[in-house]
């Protein structure tokens, strides 16, 4: 079965740091555009960060710039998101999700369910004294 597994959410206090992690089961994510996305209870995805196949590309989100650095490993097949400096509203369940087609020197952080066409089931983020 293909899929995405995110892992390294933790409760952190303000200012803090984590690793998220990506990484692909049974898919071959090194070709593939990948987006991290976050999402609070009853509210739609927010783009965070993404990367395009081969790593030349980069996009975040205003709120995340500077604090957050988005980067892979494709020989691994995973993809890293570095979050620091933490503040409270950065809580949220975090999902990476890899974007069609494949190859693209682009990508995207505006969450489409069509485009986004695998994703995992998150990590949660919590930032909280």
């Known amino acids: 079965q293909l899929q995405l597994v995110e892992s390294g959410g933790a409760l952190v206090q303000p200012g803090g740091s984590l690793r998220l992690s990506c990484a692909d089961s049974?898919?071959?994510?090194?070709?593939?555009?990948v987006g991290w996305f976050r999402q609070a209870p009853g509210k739609e995805p927010e783009g965070v960060s993404c990367?395009?196949?081969?790593?030349?590309?980069?996009n975040y989100g205003d709120s995340v710039k500077g604090r957050f650095t988005i980067s892979r490993d494709n020989v691994k097949n995973t993809v890293y998101l570095q979050v620091s400096s933490l503040k409270p509203e950065d809580t949220g369940l975090y999902f990476c999700?890899?974007?069609?087609?494949?190859?693209?020197?682009?990508?995207?952080?505006?969450?489409?369910?069509?485009?986004?066409?695998?994703r995992g089931q998150g990590t949660q983020v919590t930032v909280s004294s």
């Open positions: 990367i395009s196949s081969s790593g030349g590309t980069t």
């Open positions: 999700a890899a974007d069609w087609p494949p190859y693209t020197a682009f990508c995207s952080i505006v969450y489409d369910k069509g485009r986004h066409f695998i």
């Open positions: 049974g898919f071959a994510l090194n070709a593939y555009s």
